[in-house]
């Protein structure tokens, strides 16, 4: 029989995991929405709840639910990294139009002036 401590052990760890994945989700619907100081802030939070969860040893009941959210985290730190990545090349893509812009309407107005 399962002493009371064990389940409220078990109980406890089960609350923390399920705060930390309910954590990665979030984070990948900040990068969705490109919110990256939300995402930032929380990704460090997520990281440190999950370096104290892996502190205390694991109750046996919870590894095989913990190896599989693992792995899906795992799958959602890489969306989130290629988001990020994108997001880099839209904003240069951006940088580089604006700067083309700059460009065309310094010639424009000097242009402007040559006529003058």
Known sequence: MISEEYK???????????????????LVQLAHQKNWEQLLALHEKRDARLRDFFNDALTQDLVEQVQSDLEII?????????????NQSELSAEAQQLQ??????KIYISA???KL
């Open 8 to 26: 409220k052990l078990i109980e406890d760890q089960m609350l923390a995991w399920n705060s930390i994945m309910q954590d990665s989700n979030l």
């Open 74 to 86: 795992k799958k959602q730190d890489a969306e989130i990294v290629q988001m990020v990545k994108n």
């Open 100 to 105: 083309l812009m700059k460009e065309r309407i």
């Open 112 to 114: 402007d002036k040559n």
